[in-house]
């Protein structure tokens, strides 16, 4: 998680990581979950790097999935970070995104 900005493979690997837990680790996720969502919004504000920015797309699909179907929701301050994330990348001239 703490690699150098300019490490994206690193960060990839590490937002693969979080997004294998979701299915067995759940619960200590949910723990973090801001904590995992500002982190997500650094990296993606460092870095331009699309396959990073598809990467934590996907995390945060699978993890508000998750959320939905055990009846959970977030809290006011995991949607700040959140929306301010999905805002700031919706505006980009990018398929991908």
Not at 20 to 41: A, C, R
Not at 73 to 85: D, S
Request: proline share 0%; glycine share 4%.
């Amino acid at each position: 998680m703490f690699a150098k900005a300019q490490d994206f493979k690193k960060h990839i690997g590490c937002v693969d990581q979080m997004t294998k837990f979701i299915d067995n680790q759940y619960d200590q996720l949910m723990l973090v979950l801001d904590i995992l969502f500002k982190w997500s919004n650094l990296r993606m504000t460092e870095s331009s790097n699309t396959q990073l920015a598809v990467s934590i797309f996907e995390f945060y699909k699978k993890i508000l999935t998750k959320m939905i179907e055990n009846g959970q929701q977030l809290q006011e301050f995991e949607i700040v970070v959140l929306l301010g994330t999905l805002c700031d990348k919706s505006g980009l001239n990018n398929k991908n995104l």
